[in-house]
């Protein structure tokens, strides 16, 4: 039997030190518990608010966290980094010296019999085109080496000034948008989609949306799927595990 743990959106970093620090403590006793009697940790991106690393720097901070994980990789726990929109820029380091599983697109694995699709969340399902766009920009490998040109204390300057404070959510949520019903949310119509295709798929688990979401799946000829959002790590402070087949939320 297999207890596989997820949690995401820490946003480290932001939006400020202090505030930062405090939720990085709290993360890094989470990591801890979870090692206790963990298979594997999925961390679902956004664990940093900015990620990007040069050939000889890497942004300053979360400093906790990294000795964290690699100690837990060094206990022999497999850790999956799965990137999101704030941390994709990752190339090599977090894999070499953290000894994390890095993920750049959605998984499908089976624990202990159920199917699961695992991924950040972003950019999937419909509308979002403007987001689209410039996730093909970011992805891209002449644009990431022309920004790794810049100096990095420059470099990670604009970063904080496009990215770090103009998207910072008080209110928790990454779209801004209040929740209304599962089908007025993408990632609820993505797996409905999905599920046309492949109807196998046990549990979908994202985070990305900053919400805490439960829902069930209607599938043809079978038993309901399961939605799942395990919510964040700047204001719900959730995450969830998979334990004899069952899927659970827990704050």
Request: charge should be positive; hydrophobic fraction near 35%.
């Given at each position: 039997?297999?207890?596989?743990?997820?949690?995401?959106?820490?946003?480290?970093?932001?939006?400020?030190?202090?505030?930062?620090?405090?939720?990085?403590?709290?993360?890094?006793?989470?990591?801890?518990?979870?090692?206790?009697?963990?298979?594997?940790?999925?961390?679902?991106?956004?664990?940093?608010?900015?990620?990007?690393?040069?050939?000889?720097?890497?942004?300053?901070?979360?400093?906790?966290?990294?000795?964290?994980?690699?100690?837990?990789?060094?206990?022999?726990?497999?850790?999956?980094?799965?990137?999101?929109?704030?941390?994709?820029?990752?190339?090599?380091?977090?894999?070499?010296?953290?000894?994390?599983?890095?993920?750049?697109?959605?998984?499908?694995?089976?624990?202990?019999?159920?199917?699961?699709?695992?991924?950040?969340?972003?950019?999937?399902?419909?509308?979002?085109?403007?987001?689209?766009?410039?996730?093909?920009?970011?992805?891209?490998?002449?644009?990431?080496?022309?920004?790794?040109?810049?100096?990095?204390?420059?470099?990670?300057?604009?970063?904080?000034?496009?990215?770090?404070?103009?998207?910072?959510?008080?209110?928790?949520l990454s779209s801004g948008e209040k929740?209304?019903?599962?089908?007025?949310?993408?990632?609820?119509?993505?797996?409905?989609?999905?599920?046309?295709?492949?109807?196998?798929?046990?549990?979908?688990?994202?985070?990305?949306?900053?919400?805490?979401?439960?829902?069930?799946?209607?599938?043809?000829?079978?038993?309901?799927?399961?939605?799942?959002n395990i919510g964040d790590w700047t204001?719900?402070?959730?995450w969830a595990y998979i334990e004899s087949?069952?899927?659970?939320?827990?704050?």
């Amino acid at each position: 039997m297999s207890k596989i743990y997820f949690a995401s959106d820490l946003h480290l970093g932001a939006p400020n030190l202090k505030e930062s620090r405090v939720r990085e403590k709290r993360f890094v006793e989470w990591l801890d518990k979870a090692a206790i009697d963990a298979s594997e940790i999925h961390l679902l991106g956004d664990i940093f608010d900015f990620w990007f690393e040069y050939r000889n720097s890497i942004p300053k901070g979360g400093a906790r966290i990294q000795g964290t994980i690699a100690r837990i990789t060094d206990s022999g726990i497999p850790v999956h980094f799965h990137v999101g929109n704030r941390d994709l820029w990752s190339f090599g380091y977090l894999e070499s010296e953290l000894g994390v599983t890095l993920h750049k697109d959605p998984i499908i694995k089976t624990w202990d019999g159920v199917k699961c699709y695992v991924a950040h969340g972003d950019g999937l399902g419909p509308g979002e085109y403007f987001y689209k766009f410039l996730k093909k920009i970011y992805r891209n490998r002449l644009c990431q080496r022309l920004f790794k040109l810049l100096n990095p204390d420059l470099g990670i300057a604009l970063a904080g000034l496009f990215i770090k404070k103009k998207h910072f959510k008080t209110d928790g949520l990454s779209s801004g948008e209040k929740f209304t019903s599962p089908e007025g949310e993408i990632l609820y119509k993505y797996c409905e989609e999905y599920l046309k295709k492949d109807p196998s798929i046990d549990f979908f688990i994202f985070g990305h949306r900053h919400l805490p979401l439960e829902f069930e799946l209607p599938r043809p000829n079978s038993n309901s799927s399961q939605y799942i959002n395990i919510g964040d790590w700047t204001k719900h402070f959730s995450w969830a595990y998979i334990e004899s087949g069952k899927l659970r939320l827990n704050k």
